[in-house]
């Protein structure tokens, strides 16, 4: 039997009408080719399951012990896998670490990205690092501070990224323009960010995100004319 035989068995009938062999030329592909884009999808779902329940036992541990004391082995042995899973997943801990901030963060900003409700993305960044006090306040004492910020600046270039683009719809403003606009007012947003998380976020955050808006109310959109004004003059 031909290969194909050997693998679809249910259509050995049609190899032997050679009127039939060019259907089975295009439909053998396209079953495999769905097989193929199933099992993909299948392995990255058990990927982000084995993800993710290394987060939660990184934050089981973190909540007995600081980060420094925390080995591959204790993380693998309370999530009952293999230390060649793990490695296959993180390259160390401190990227599991990276993945459960950016992953945290990500999740609180769906559908937070636009002039009405960026302020709301906002608030819910805060949100999320509260809730995961404990992570957040135990990597921020147990690294480098580079990290964190790191982290944040992910989560709120992309936010603010995301206002702009929506601001100059209308525009033609060069993406370099675009992006010293989201880069500058970054900088602004972590870096209260991280003296509120400095201070032992023991300040109401709503607040500060209030006053953020306040600050911030139609200053984006006044830099995005300022950009375009000079622009022109060129």
């Not at 089981?60 to 204790?74: A, Q, Y």
């Not at 995301?162 to 209308?170: A, G, N, P, W």
């Not at 960010?193 to 306040?214: F, N, P, S």
Request: overall charge neutral; proline content about 3%.
């Amino acid at each position: 039997p031909s290969i194909c035989q050997q693998f679809f068995p249910s259509f050995s009938i049609f190899f032997s009408n050679k009127k039939m062999f060019p259907l089975i030329v295009l439909v053998v592909p396209l079953i495999y080719g769905y097989n193929k884009k199933k099992r993909k999808t299948e392995e990255q779902l058990l990927s982000n399951m084995t993800k993710r329940a290394l987060e939660e036992s990184l934050k089981r541990l973190l909540l007995k012990k600081p980060l420094t004391k925390i080995t591959i082995n204790d993380l693998t042995t309370d999530c009952g896998i293999s230390r060649m899973t793990f490695y296959y997943h993180f390259k160390d801990i401190y990227d599991l670490v990276e993945w459960s901030c950016v992953e945290d963060g990500t999740k609180a900003l769906q559908g937070k990205k636009t002039s009405e409700s960026w302020t709301e993305g906002l608030t819910q960044i805060f949100e999320a690092v509260l809730e995961n006090k404990p992570f957040i306040m135990n990597v921020y004492h147990s690294v480098r501070r580079e990290k964190i910020e790191s982290f944040l600046y992910k989560l709120t270039y992309q936010l603010i990224a995301d206002v702009v683009e929506e601001k100059c719809s209308r525009d033609h403003l060069p993406e370099t323009d675009k992006q010293f606009i989201a880069d500058f007012y970054k900088y602004g947003f972590v870096g209260i960010m991280l003296d509120w998380i400095d201070r032992g976020m023991k300040e109401d955050y709503q607040k500060i995100v209030d006053l953020l808006a306040v600050t911030l109310h139609g200053n984006i959109a006044n830099s995005i004319r300022n950009f375009e004004q000079e622009n022109e003059k060129i």
